[in-house]
């Protein structure tokens, strides 16, 4: 079974602070991505990685940045955190291919006071 | 633009059958997922559609009209354990992107 895991299920922190989230996945995919959900929004894409050192915007990049120096880990930066960005953060892996679905994992509840 | 629409909430008794629908429109399309999701858990793959048809796998089934840009997932034989959200999502074609709907909660009532 594919495992993605991130660093943590709950996070708080200070408005301002940088604000690293970690992903690993556990199955050589090449297409790593981080998502935002919200209720009544959906899940809304922020960035993702088609490969090692490649990333590309997503929907909703502004105020993150991301990192993949190794393809098993995509790590999410939040810059400087602000209250708009309490929300829960999802990161997914896949395989290439058409066919390949989306595989989660548990998920980040950050909270920015 | 794109979006795709979802009922945001459904309600249904165990043992019963329950069609949750997802009309799409997106600039190119490579597939339709379908996700379960539980409260404060992750995702989890139902099912792929990317031609027109149904796909059936034991309890769900999922059909797609490209034409009509329209999907539904049809859980049979309700059981408690099926309350959760079930997320539509598009794959555009030509991209790794992917919109998803706002999810529909489905409740299973004994």
């Known amino acids: 079974d594919v495992k993605v895991t991130q660093s943590s299920r709950y996070l708080v922190k200070r408005t301002g602070e940088k604000v690293f989230l970690e992903c690993v996945q556990d199955m050589d995919h090449e297409n790593m991505f981080w998502y935002r959900q919200d209720p009544g929004l959906g899940l809304r894409l922020i960035y993702f990685?088609?490969?090692?050192?490649?990333?590309e915007k997503g929907d909703i990049p502004e105020g993150y940045s991301v990192s993949r120096e190794k393809k098993e880990r995509f790590s999410l930066i939040l810059e400087s955190a602000s209250t708009n960005q309490t929300s829960m953060y999802l990161c997914?892996?896949?395989?290439?291919?058409?066919?390949?679905?989306?595989?989660f994992g548990d998920g980040t509840r950050l909270s920015i006071l | 633009g794109q979006n795709i629409d979802q009922p945001t909430e459904m309600t249904a008794t165990e043992g019963a059958i329950v069609q949750i629908n997802c009309t799409y429109q997106?600039?190119?399309?490579?597939?339709l997922f379908w996700y379960q999701q539980h409260a404060g858990e992750a995702p989890t793959f139902l099912s792929y559609n990317v031609l027109d048809g149904l796909e059936e796998k034991g309890r769900f089934s999922s059909f797609l009209s490209r034409s009509k840009g329209y999907s539904y997932l049809l859980l049979k034989e309700l059981q408690m354990k099926d309350s959760a959200s079930y997320l539509c999502?598009?794959?555009?074609?030509?991209?790794?992107?992917?919109?998803f709907g706002t999810g529909t909660r489905l409740k299973v009532l004994a």
């Open positions: 997106t600039s190119g399309f490579n597939g």
């Open positions: 990685s088609y490969d090692v050192k490649m990333k």
């Open positions: 999502a598009v794959r555009s074609s030509g991209t790794y992107k992917y919109i």
């Open positions: 997914a892996s896949r395989s290439v291919g058409t066919d390949q679905p989306q595989h």
